[in-house]
């Protein structure tokens, strides 16, 4: 008999939570890995970075795991169907997993469990990628909150009340199924191809972490410390990672708890993946124009900063936080083009691409979000640029040709744009 170990987006082994479970409560564990058909289908990139990224890390794991004598098995296909052979093949006794809060992982885990149930083999899930989950954090009345700052304020009294422990796995009491290196099929056997983008390496910088509040607005210095990817993935402990934050820097500390604070809004609001937070605010008509658009996505629109942070983001995968609100408040307010746009494209493109935030991001500077932040604050490119990029710095290292006639004059003009976004939100909020 075996039980399963099922890894998804917590690659490691360190301080793994269900897999620490699984490991100290079964006898024979297998880990499993799928590279899940339904989400790799709808990658139009073959060269997805994060598909490269993952490959590499379920190398790693494999052979970590090969220290205890076991290795990974690791599946290409549709969840369900990979179950279904399992259960063919194996007799297992229990399924551990760390709980997703997507709604697509949602109803997997539940497709996934009622299949299991139909033999008897029970489905545990834990609680890993957050410090907080679901109701952990409610108001007076129960309600979750819809506002982030007294989210945070429970959140971090929660925080400092808690004794959070790092769980490890003692080898001395191994309880890994007992096996040769199982195969791993290759990027190409599933129809992708290794990107050449690079990876931010896996790092707790604590200088860096300790100035964060100092640095981290501006785009030219590396003052953030692109761990979203290893979050993302699990390749860090959110927990060590915020037990590090807590002594060194409450700002960061901060930023982890927007991260949970967008999870949990999605979570108990699934419907904000396709519709606004606020509801009213559907009702915007927005001009959609493909051509604007695709200037947008190009970093061709005549407005540097904008450009700059567009290119950053399709030759790296990665954009500073500052420019994310900035190039997202321009397709919203300046070229009044809708906010999922924005976010698909996002979605494609990051490599610390992560739904919640994604969308908590993009609601923000569209203005439909959670945040009490009045439509009629638009960014002011120049402005953003002048605060946070003087010199210029970031804007000549992406966009090269700004100040020569090769640069494209600004496609809309600032105080028309502003206006007119104004204007539009009014009207559609007092229809
Ligand atoms: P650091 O500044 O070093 O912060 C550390 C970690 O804290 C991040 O890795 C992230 O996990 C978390 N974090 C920081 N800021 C935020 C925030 N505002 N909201 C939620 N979590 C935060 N973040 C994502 O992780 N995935 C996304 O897909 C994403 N899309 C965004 C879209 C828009 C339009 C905007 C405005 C922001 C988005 N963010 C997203 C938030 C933020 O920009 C990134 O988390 C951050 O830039 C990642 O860089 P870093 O790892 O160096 O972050």
């Not at 024979?28 to 997805?48: A, S």
């Not at 606020?278 to 200037?295: G, L, T």
């Not at 494609?348 to 009629?376: C, H, I, M, R, V």
Request: glycine share 4%.
């Amino acid at each position: 008999k075996v039980s399963i170990f099922w890894f998804r987006r917590d690659l490691r082994l360190e301080d793994n939570r269900g897999l620490y479970h699984a490991y100290t409560q079964e006898k024979n564990v297998l880990p499993l890995f799928i590279f899940d058909r339904e989400i790799l289908d709808d990658l139009e990139d073959k060269t997805d970075a994060r598909v490269t990224f993952i490959h590499q890390q379920i190398q790693r794991l494999s052979q970590e795991l090969a220290a205890f004598g076991s290795s990974i098995l690791v599946k290409y296909g549709k969840p369900l169907e990979v179950y279904q052979e399992l259960m063919e093949k194996y007799d297992i006794l229990n399924v551990y997993t760390n709980r997703d809060y997507e709604p697509y992982g949602i109803s997997r885990d539940l497709e996934v469990k009622n299949l299991l149930d139909t033999k008897g083999i029970q489905f545990l899930d834990f609680k890993d990628q957050v410090i907080f989950e679901k109701e952990e954090i409610v108001n007076g009345s129960g309600d979750f909150y819809k506002v982030f700052t007294p989210y945070s304020r429970v959140w971090l009294d929660k925080f400092q009340k808690a004794t959070i422990q790092l769980v490890s796995l003692n080898p001395s009491n191994n309880t890994f199924f007992q096996t040769d290196a199982i195969s791993i099929p290759s990027l190409e056997d599933m129809g992708f191809q290794a990107s050449s983008i690079q990876i931010p390496p896996l790092e707790i910088n604590q200088a860096l972490i300790q100035k964060y509040d100092q640095v981290r607005n501006f785009p030219a210095i590396n003052g953030t410390t692109r761990l979203g990817i290893h979050l993302r993935f699990g390749t860090i402990s959110v927990r060590k990672l915020a037990l590090e934050a807590s002594k060194l820097n409450a700002t960061y500390l901060n930023e982890l708890i927007w991260r949970e604070f967008y999870m949990m809004i999605l979570y108990h609001n699934p419907q904000v993946v396709d519709k606004a937070f606020k509801p009213a605010y559907d009702e915007i008509p927005w001009r959609n124009s493909e051509e604007d658009f695709q200037k947008w996505c190009d970093g061709k629109t005549g407005f540097p900063i904008v450009d700059a942070g567009m290119r950053e983001l399709n030759a790296t995968g990665y954009m500073h936080n500052r420019v994310r609100m900035i190039v997202a408040s321009f397709l919203t307010k300046h070229l009044l083009i809708d906010w999922r746009w924005g976010e698909a494209y996002f979605a494609k493109k990051l490599l610390d691409f992560e739904l919640s935030s994604n969308n908590g991001g993009w609601q923000w500077a569209a203005g439909t979000g959670t945040d009490a932040q009045p439509y009629f604050r638009v960014f002011n490119p120049d402005s953003q640029t002048e605060k946070f990029d003087k010199e210029l710095k970031y804007i000549k290292k992406w966009v090269p040709e700004y100040g020569t006639s090769a640069y494209p004059k600004p496609m809309v003009d600032h105080k028309f744009a502003r206006e007119r976004a104004i204007s539009t939100y009014k009207e559609a909020l007092n229809s």
